[in-house]
């Protein structure tokens, strides 16, 4: 095996790995383990990636289920107002765009780097909703014209199971 470099479909991250490293990532490959398949800097599944840079074909090995889906929670659509801060005091307004159990899409006029922790407030029918979260990818540099730019954010901790379900329900109710 030589070195690769894999790309992350999901975040757009990279990273090197050395032959040795190479070698456990095909195992694991073949193996279906999809634990040892995930991109260090979002969690996708990075098994695609390495079945294109080594030319593997699809049937060395199952996929993972989560690498055909690419998502472990269902996103709902929304266009709710936002608020954000960073821990560091600069702070901004966004619109959410989508939300599922395990993070949500913020539209916004500043570029937020991955691995920001935020504190987000949403403005619901309901009220004010806070999170934290931290940004997983942007997609500034993919961009070619000026913002908006949006943000992956990914929940700091577990919410409640079901909440995108609930809030979509409560926003999009007719009264």
């Known amino acids: 095996m030589t070195a690769i470099t894999l790309t992350c479909d999901m975040c757009g991250g990279s ?4 032959q040795r490293e190479v070698g456990a990532l095909v195992a694991a490959f073949k193996q ?3 634990e040892a398949l995930r991109c260090p800097t979002c969690g996708a599944s990075l098994a695609r990636p390495l079945q294109r840079a080594l030319n593997l074909s699809p049937t060395v090995g199952p996929l993972p289920a989560d690498s055909r889906t690419r998502r472990r ?3 709902l659509p929304f266009d709710l107002p936002a608020s954000f801060r960073a ?4 702070g901004g307004r966004g619109q959410v765009k989508n939300l599922s159990d395990g993070g949500l899409l913020l539209v916004t006029q500043e570029i937020l780097p991955p691995s920001t922790h935020l504190r ?3 403005q619901t ?6 999170f934290e979260g931290a940004v997983v990818w942007n997609d500034a540099e993919r961009r070619s014209t000026a913002p908006p730019i949006a943000h992956g954010i990914r929940f700091a901790g577990p919410v409640v199971p079901g909440l995108a379900v609930e809030l979509f329900m409560s926003e999009f109710t007719l009264r």
């Not at 990273?15 to 050395?18: L, R």
């Not at 821990?87 to 600069?90: F, I």
């Not at 029918?125 to 806070?130: D, E, I, N």
């Open 15 to 18: 990273k090197a790995f050395d």
């Open 32 to 34: 279906g383990n999809g």
């Open 87 to 90: 821990p560091e005091g600069r």
């Open 73 to 75: 929670h269902l996103r």
């Open 125 to 130: 029918r309901q009220g004010g909703r806070a």
């Open 120 to 122: 987000l407030e949403l």
